[in-house]
T-cell receptor, first 113, second 116 residues
Framework: NAGVTQTPKFQVLKTGQSMTLQCAQD?????MSWYRQDPGMGLRLIHY???????DQGEVPNGYNVSRSTTEDFPLRLLSAAPSQTSVYFC????????????FGEGSWLTVV | AQSVTQLDSQVPVFEEAPVELRCNYS??????LFWYVQYPNQGLQLLLK??????LVKGINGFEAEFNKSQTSFHLRKPSVHISDTAEYFC??????????????FGKGTHLIIQP
């Protein structure tokens, strides 16, 4: 039972580089999302999806793109990394939006130099 | 719109003493409330949640929380803490159409420090 799997766990990027953070869940969950965690800020919602083919912006979407071509996968793309995107990124999933358990991945530590 | 305020950024407590971590929220709709724990360099683990019904919610590791609608609070308590409870604790709220992974609003976190 893998749950929510994020890769990579650690990554160092140079300013201007692009990369994709991968997120996969094996629970057939419709709802998936990406959060970033910064010191003293808690977690903030970047983008979310309520099903395959449907995505929407959260609180801090600038600089990030997402797509949801399958139920299982929800990748987060940084097109041109900036030092302000240095953060810990968490992927989350839930079956629906009725308060059922929300599962989080282990996190991806990203440093942009 | 909804928001969460965790009133203490850091709470030092002696081992075996009781602790309360405070959380207040604001929302224009009915809410679901959550407490998560994050151990160093790890992901988030759900401690407990309030969806409806009894206002006293019991969670894992001996934690409990009480939902108080009139005071818009959801404080987390444990009667006797252990060194292993040292961690960051996050209060979160979701509501309206955002009751799943799409709609959590987190507080800034409270660092619980257990002193021997």
């Amino acid at each position: 039972n893998a749950g929510v799997t994020q890769t990579p766990k650690f990554q160092v990027l140079k300013t201007g580089q692009s990369m994709t953070l991968q997120c996969a869940q094996d629970m057939n969950h419709e709802y998936m999302s990406w959060y970033r965690q910064d010191p003293g800020m808690g977690l903030r919602l970047i983008h979310y999806s309520v099903g395959a083919g449907i995505t929407d912006q959260g609180e801090v979407p600038n600089g990030y793109n997402v797509s949801r071509s399958t139920t299982e996968d929800f990748p987060l793309r940084l097109l041109s990394a900036a030092p302000s995107q240095t953060s810990v990124y968490f992927c989350a999933s839930s079956r629906d939006n009725s308060g059922n358990t929300i599962y989080f991945g282990e996190g991806s530590w990203l440093t942009v130099v | 719109a909804q928001s969460v305020t965790q009133l203490d950024s850091q709470v030092p407590v002696f081992e075996e003493a009781p602790v309360e971590l405070r959380c207040n929220y604001s929302s224009s709709v009915s809410v679901y409330l959550f407490w998560y724990v994050q151990y160093p360099n790890q992901g988030l683990q759900l401690l407990l949640k309030y969806l409806s019904g009894s206002t006293l919610v019991k969670g894992i590791n001996g934690f409990e929380a009480e939902f108080n609608k009139s005071q818009t609070s959801f404080h987390l308590r444990k009667p006797s803490v252990h060194i292993s409870d040292t961690a960051e604790y996050f209060c979160a709220v979701s509501g309206g159409s955002g009751g799943g992974a799409d709609g959590l609003t987190f507080g800034k976190g409270t660092h619980l420090i257990i002193q021997p």
